[in-house]
């Protein structure tokens, strides 16, 4: 579905435009279009270079819809690569890619999914479609990743409950299911700081790289958005230590609770131990044998196992090995 807004100055502000008034305001400095292409179709791809004119290498960035976070400078515009974050299910992260063309008087973002910060940005500008559209592009660059890095938090909120839940049941449940929540939100983490480190250079290179298409006074802006970004990171190092942490104590538990069943076991052994001498000795097939014509000696027997198994039994509390 393609989304097309223009505002040109002086004039009331158009939305869902033709192509030709894409044309036509690509042409004017004093117009101002935003394109955004959400999993589009052959004929809504063909508008990256029959309109745009973009290089072949960013139009194949965008299509294939696997390139991890960069910005590439083509002199004429910037071409960002950006990854937004959204939370599939209980315990799972994906990232949906949100491609993004800054020209001189255009904006074009291009994504296979639905971003919210996209969405957000739209919403805005049916209410408010001067607010954004009424500036330079870098605004509305702005808008759409200062709205897409705020993103991050809410899911990184809830990792912090269940990292938090995971330390309350830390020493109360220790079975694979424990193991495999923990090597889940590890996995989410490494997903979330190999997506967010990349993105903190991007905003440091708007800031420092991109006099021709970020002004000075909208400098500040991303700046802002790094510092969160910057933030983020920090967030996601913490809560990967915690991880670590709580399988450091799941392993240590794991094998301290072996350890006491393994102890259990062997004293099972080590007192059955006398018991089986005994019964090994007088289930020898000889017929001269002690004790064999005894009336009694079945009893004495059982009686010997008993007071050797609890003599041993008394004498392993003594020592405090049990």
Known sequence: MLHAFVQEKGKPFESNVSRSRMLQALKDPQCLLWVDLENPDDFENDALVEIFNFHPLAVEDCITDKSAP???????????????VCSTGASELD?????????KNYVVTYHKTPVRS???????????????????????????????????MPVLDRYDVKIDQLE???????????????????????????????QRD????????????????QIVYFRDIYDHLFRIMGLTEA??????LLMQVHFSYSSNNLNVIMKRMTVLATLSMPALIIASIYGMN????????????????LATMAVIGSVMLLWMKWKKWI
């Open 95 to 103: 990232t949906a890619e949100l491609d993004i063309f800054l020209g």
């Open 70 to 84: 960069k910005v590439d400078d083509y002199d004429e515009y910037l071409f960002l690569v950006m990854h937004a």
């Open 239 to 244: 809560f990967n230590e915690k991880i670590g």
């Open 286 to 301: 000889f017929h001269h044998m002690p004790e064999l014509d005894n009336p009694y000696g079945y009893y004495f027997s």
């Open 168 to 198: 309350d049941h830390a020493f109360k449940e220790a079975g694979e299911k424990y193991l495999a929540t923990l090597l889940q939100i590890k996995h989410d983490l490494s997903t979330l700081r190999r997506v967010v480190a990349p």
């Open 118 to 152: 996209v969405e957000q940005v739209r919403e805005i500008l049916r209410k408010k479609n001067s607010f954004y559209m009424g500036q330079q592009p870098s605004l509305l660059l702005h808008a759409l990743l200062d709205r897409l890095v705020d993103n991050y």
């Open 202 to 217: 991007i905003i440091y290179f708007l800031t420092r790289n991109a006099g021709d298409f970020v002004g000075s006074e």
